[in-house]
């Protein structure tokens, strides 16, 4: 028998790879909470014409973690209920910051590089200068911080304005602490190898240039994708949702599991872990089951004291792991085009020290009838600093409105409205994530623990690469 824990979508999808692995192979999925898709939660006001997303809204769709994803909705038959925004839609270039007391439009194109554009005072490629003259690190590094990294790459304000808040949209994290690896491994190996980030960018594309010759890409127009990674890249998609809001994912897996005969038990915590020679004892309602495999999907740190009896060092590498809660405001106004800017919304870089961490404009990206459509979302690493331990909503709301009004110069009240007070949402890939992760994998193995894990906790913290994260553990299990 094999079990995975968590019903969220990369204990979904895991159930999903399980099945395609060994089609035979009993397993049942145990979710603590009444409802399955974890973070991703749609409330649908289908009769009013819009949706509020409490998480995640859009998937991105390119790279390989993408075109997994793509493959799943696939494979799921949800293919016709995609619902994209191509590249050059306003909600795909319009992608603001506030600061200096205004939006400022990020630039979307080549020719914005060359223009000194707001926040900024220098033009951006000023930036690929400063990091070609800035020579090799001194020592070699193994990690930083994003914000170190590119304050010492490009310099102080591409740090401060365009990464710092680039890191809020992702994982409403601080870039002080959150290591380069997260998002610019690849930049920062760069550096390591080359000396400098440019300098590696152009040795290496002159080395792909000559294999890229004897390459002979095939290029797929509209009409003849075949997939529907095909069909994204070909109509150019920026980002996508699905139609009935994200939620529709993981409930079709869910529906899908269910047909082909797993089981998918809600409302079920369990209450011990033990682990055995070959097998793991799983006890749920007074019941105890012996278990070959195990799959973990939960956060690491609920998962931590649960091993903690009998793995004390794994639980402290798996609760060394930090989270961070994040307000979601989703707000609702009878009330078509009551912004004076389309676009996808606005980030706050933490330099400007105000409550919220940035703002998207539903209404601009996805169909909602005659509404506009807003999402406040306030928090992350600086959540207690603004808000305390316990924050009402009414407050929470408050502080949301007026940022609106301020920012957006909407000064009505909203016709509805959803405070959703996410506890320890976003894991932060702080400095040293990867070897964490690295730590608590290592261990599991010399222990011979029958235990997998995967999840936001440890691969990746978007839905692309949660959906991977499972895919390939699974795939790596010997059943
Ligand atoms: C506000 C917000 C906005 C986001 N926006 C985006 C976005 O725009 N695009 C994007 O790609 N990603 C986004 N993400 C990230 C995305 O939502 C997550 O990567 C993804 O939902 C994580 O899925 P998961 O299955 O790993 O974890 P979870 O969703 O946390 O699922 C874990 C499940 O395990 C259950 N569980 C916990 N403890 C137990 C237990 N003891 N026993 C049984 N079950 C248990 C939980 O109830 C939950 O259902 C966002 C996240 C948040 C919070
Ligand atoms: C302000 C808080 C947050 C906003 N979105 C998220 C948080 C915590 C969560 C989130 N957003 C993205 C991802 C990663 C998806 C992936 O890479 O697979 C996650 C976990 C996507 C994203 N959203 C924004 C950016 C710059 C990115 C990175 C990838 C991309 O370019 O699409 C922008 C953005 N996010 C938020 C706002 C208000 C915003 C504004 C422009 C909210």
């Known amino acids: 028998m094999t079990a995975i824990l968590g019903a969220g979508i990369s204990g979904l999808a895991a159930g999903h790879y399980l099945f395609r692995k060994t089609p035979t192979l009993p397993f049942t999925i145990y979710e603590a909470t009444d409802r399955i898709g974890g973070w991703i939660r749609s409330d649908r006001f289908l ?47 319009n992608r603001m910051i506030y600061a200096k007391g205004k939006l400022n439009l990020l630039p979307n194109s080549l020719s914005g590089l060359l223009k000194t554009v707001p926040p900024f005072t220098k033009p ?94 095939t290029k797929h127009s509209a009409a003849e994708a075949r997939s529907l990674a095909d069909r994204a890249k070909a109509e150019n998609w920026s980002i996508y949702s699905i139609r009935g809001g994200l939620q529709t994912l993981p409930e079709t897996l869910a529906n899908d599991l269910r047909a082909k005969g797993a089981s998918i038990v809600t409302s079920t915590k369990f209450e011990e872990l ?3 020679r070959d097998h793991v ?42 989270f961070v809660d994040v307000c979601v405001i989703n707000l609702q106004y009878r009330k078509a085009d009551l912004l004076k800017q389309d676009g996808f919304g606005f980030l706050v870089p933490p330099i400007e020290n105000l409550p919220i961490l940035g703002v998207i404009f539903d209404s601009c990206c996805f169909d909602m009838d005659d509404n506009t459509v807003l999402t406040v979302m306030m928090g992350g690493a600086w959540f207690e600093k603004w808000f305390g331990k316990n924050p009402s909503h009414e407050h929470l709301l408050e502080i949301a409105l007026e940022h ?23 894991p932060q890939y702080t400095v040293g994530h990867q070897e964490r992760v690295k730590a608590i994998r290592d261990y599991i193995e010399q222990h011979r623990l029958p235990i997998v894990l995967c999840g936001a906790s440890y691969d990746g913290v978007g839905v692309n690469d949660v959906i991977l994260s499972a895919r390939n553990n699974v795939e790596k299990m010997q059943l």
């Open 47 to 93: 009769d009013n014409g819009f949706v509020f997303e409490a998480g995640p809204r859009t998937i991105r769709p390119k790279g390989p973690a993408a075109n997994n994803t793509l493959q799943l909705i696939e494979e799921l038959g949800l293919a016709d209920e995609v619902y994209s925004i191509s590249s050059n839609h306003t909600a795909a270039r």
């Open 124 to 217: 951006l490629y000023f930036a690929a200068f400063r990091d070609l003259l800035a020579g090799r690190s001194k020592t070699v590094l193994n990690d930083e911080s994003m914000y170190s990294f590119v304050e010492r790459r490009f310099g102080k304000e591409i740090a401060d304005y365009a990464v710092s808040s680039m890191l809020c949209g992702i994982c409403a994290g601080n870039a002080k602490e959150i290591s380069v690896k997260f998002l610019m491994k690849d930049l920062f190996e760069r550096e390591q190898r080359h000396g400098g980030v440019i300098l590696g960018l152009l040795k290496e594309s002159l080395q792909n240039r000559n294999k890229k010759k004897t390459e002979n890409p």
């Open 274 to 276: 033990i682990f055995e």
């Open 281 to 322: 004892v799983l006890r749920v309602d007074g019941k105890e089951q012996q278990l070959r495999h195990l799959i973990s999907s939960i956060p690491s740190y609920k998962l931590a004291k649960h091993v903690q009896k009998q793995h004390p060092q794994l639980a402290s590498t798996l609760s060394s792991i930090p």
């Open 404 to 426: 609106v009004k301020k920012i957006l110069h909407i000064e009505q009240k909203p016709d509805s409205y959803k405070v959703n007070l996410l506890r320890k949402c976003i």
